[in-house]
């Protein structure tokens, strides 16, 4: 469980996951009750992922990254286009401040492991454990990726730029939540939850996706170098508090280590901007 504490204010499209529990199972009965994690994916495969160092995004404090094209944007809508119609989807009814909210977004979750649950804001998510072949095939795709297994996937419908995700931070038992966009592009911004003081009042900025490119211009102040001297390093990116992008159709995002901890997300509304529909799938390898 998270033990930062609860947010004063709730927003109602927050996905925040409070308590995420496994059904009781016989084999499990006879234990006392255990504090430490399980993994319910492959526990000889990686927990993080380490091999999209290229695409990492310069955070403070935070491990993200954010590469552009996994599937071309043809086969990205196809996706869309098929998943749109599953029979999955619902809008959740949240508790907040004691009262029904009927979220705006729609929802479909899926789990590879049967005893997998999860509440988010007093909602018992309705947790489908049967795939349709195009998500297992997505999520193979995603697993090839970045190189991690994954045992739930929690898909967001946006069925137009009206429909939006508050700024929030998923349970920090989700160690690696990759989310692959279909459809329309969308902004997401990612906003550090301690940035220095001085900083704490500007606005997100717009940044590129990436490490900015190396300079390749030489300059003639400095003293000539020995021809054997290693070529020198590129300066290391500025490290940002606040990060505003496009989420691409086709584009996969990871957020892994600390992020839940020092950094929240959103997608807000874009009503004008944005006219079409949007399915993210949020591939989780969840730790509990
Ligand atoms: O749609 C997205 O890209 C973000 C979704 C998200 O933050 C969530 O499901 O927790
Ligand atoms: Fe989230």
């Known amino acids: 469980m998270a033990s ?37 994916v492959d526990a000889a495969e990686s927990s993080q992922v380490t091999c999209l160092d290229e695409y990492r995004l310069p955070l403070a404090d935070g491990d993200a990254f954010y590469v552009p094209s996994i599937v071309d944007e043809a086969t990205a809508q196809q996706w869309h286009d098929e998943l749109v119609n599953l029979d999955e989807w619902y809008r ?23 005893s997998l649950e999860l509440k988010y804001s007093g909602h018992p998510v309705k947790m489908s454990y049967d795939y349709p072949p195009l998500l297992r095939k997505i999520q193979d795709l995603v697993e090839a990726r970045t ?5 739930h996937v929690m898909a967001n419908l946006y069925e137009d730029g009206g429909v939006y995700i508050g700024k929030h931070r998923d349970n920090r038992e ?51 170098s ?38 929240k997300h959103e997608v807000p509304r874009e009503k004008r901007a944005c006219k079409g529909s949007r399915i993210s799938l949020t591939f989780r390898q969840l730790v509990f």
Request: charged fraction near 20%.
């Open 226 to 263: 020995d021809p054997t001297d290693p070529p020198p390093r590129p300066p290391a990116p500025a490290l940002v508090y606040t990060h505003r992008s496009t989420l691409a159709s086709g584009s996969l995002l990871v957020m892994q280590g600390a992020m839940q901890q020092h950094w």
């Open 92 to 114: 959740p009814t949240l508790k907040v401040y004691g009262k029904d909210v009927v979220q705006s977004r729609k929802i479909a979750a899926f789990a590879t492991d049967r």
């Open 4 to 40: 930062s504490p609860p947010p004063r204010r709730r927003q109602a499209d927050a996905t925040e996951p409070k308590s995420t529990k496994r059904k009781p199972t016989p084999r499990d009965a006879p234990k006392p009750k255990s504090k430490r994690a399980r993994l319910t």
């Open 174 to 224: 989700n160690r690696v939540i990759a989310s692959l966009s279909l459809g329309q592009p969308r902004t997401f911004i990612l906003t550090h939850t301690h940035p220095p003081p001085a900083l704490s009042t500007s606005a997100p900025s717009d940044v590129p996706p990436t490490a900015p490119p190396h300079s390749t211009s030489s300059s003639s102040s400095s003293s000539p």
């Open 147 to 151: 190189g991690c297994l994954y045992n």
